[in-house]
């Protein structure tokens, strides 16, 4: 098994993971979270970067600032329950960090899980609740499944399959299966890529490939600038046409409407709302956990045996390519493109802070 190559631009400064939570802690201090908050948000987002997701790192701390300076996000929140059943519970993330509110929400949905064998814990109006893997894999060292359905209530970016403007967000949807030494974990947008990697895509100076993007006119592109210049903005589209969209749909009714956080309906938030319906389960009472792990043994076998249609590449499950870049990122560091760097640098200085990031030694 090789790990798939992950493209950085030409001019990109590797930076030690470390190095940038250090550097995201102080940003995060220096807009309200104590000390324990502001690291565990910095850490969550180089996680995303470690794992190969830049769509979800460190480059979205000044939005996050951002949202703070505009009081869209607070920092020190916890959420509230609306309602609780045992099994079912209903809580409002009251818009505080995603990564605060969000680890308080898994956790109960854990404890729940453990005491009753399942949970479903909905959780509304929170903050960007980032990569929804580290959901997923949070409770699969808790030894549970889980299935997470997330809608975003920002503005839309994703055209409905056959329709040619943005009317839904990116939906993101995680499943996670616990398993020795790592989970498998499937977590990704609806949409046929992240927004957060068109971003990515503009900093880099690239384009992307066809069949991603519509234009402000419903044509197809392949310029991630058509959604970063302003209205009327692109679309991205559904991933695979109408069986992304479909599941688009179930992250807007399962994530938005059951939650109560709202699916969309055309009145756009102007930060990163998340709403989010977690199901965990404790696989040991249903066929047990060593047949999982056995069961997953097998299937890893059978399926890794099959020819490679590339020759360095391998058969991987869903997760391996996060622990695979993880490993090389880890040694190698995180490649930022200057223009990141320029970014977070800035919005530093802004806070007072002069610890800059870019630089060829940084
Ligand atoms: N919080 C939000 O509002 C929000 C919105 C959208 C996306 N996101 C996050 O963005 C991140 C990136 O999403 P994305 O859509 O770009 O992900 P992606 O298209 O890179 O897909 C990633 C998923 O596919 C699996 N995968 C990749 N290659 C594989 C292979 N060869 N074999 C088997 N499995 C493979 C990965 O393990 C992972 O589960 C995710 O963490 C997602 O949660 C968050």
Known sequence: MTAAPIAAPADAVRVP????????ARLFGAVGCDAAEARNIAAALVD?????????????????????????????????????????????GQMGFGRTIGEAAIDLAIARA???GCAVVGLANTHHLGRIGQWGERCAEAGLVSIHFVNVRSRAWVAPHGGLDARVSTNPFCVAVPHAPHPLVLDYATSAIALGKTRVAVDEGRELEPGLLLDAQGRPTTDPGVLWRGAPTGALLPFAQHKGWALSVMCE??????????????????????????????????AGASTLERE??????????????????????????????????????IPMPRRTLAALDACAASLGLHDVLEGPTA
Do not use: C
């Open 253 to 286: 009714l399962l994530g938005g409407a059951l939650t109560g956080g709202g699916a969309q309906d055309g009145r756009f938030n102007d930060t990163i709302v998340n709403n989010m319906l977690t199901l965990a389960f404790d696989p040991a009472r249903l």
């Open 114 to 116: 453990l005491a009753h």
């Open 17 to 24: 993971p470390s190095r940038l939570v250090a550097w995201g």
């Open 296 to 333: 997953i043994a097998t299937l890893a076998g059978w399926v890794r045996a099959s020819p490679p249609a590339d020759p360095g590449e391998g058969i991987l499950l869903p997760g391996e390519p996060e622990r695979l870049a993880a490993a090389v990122r880890d040694r190698g560091g």
């Open 48 to 92: 995303a970067n470690r794992y190969g997701h830049d769509s979800h790192g460190i480059g979205l701390a000044p939005q996050y600032v951002e949202s703070v300076r505009r009081a869209l996000v607070a920092p020190g929140r916890s959420p509230r329950v609306v309602s609780d059943t045992g099994a079912l519970v209903a809580l409002d």
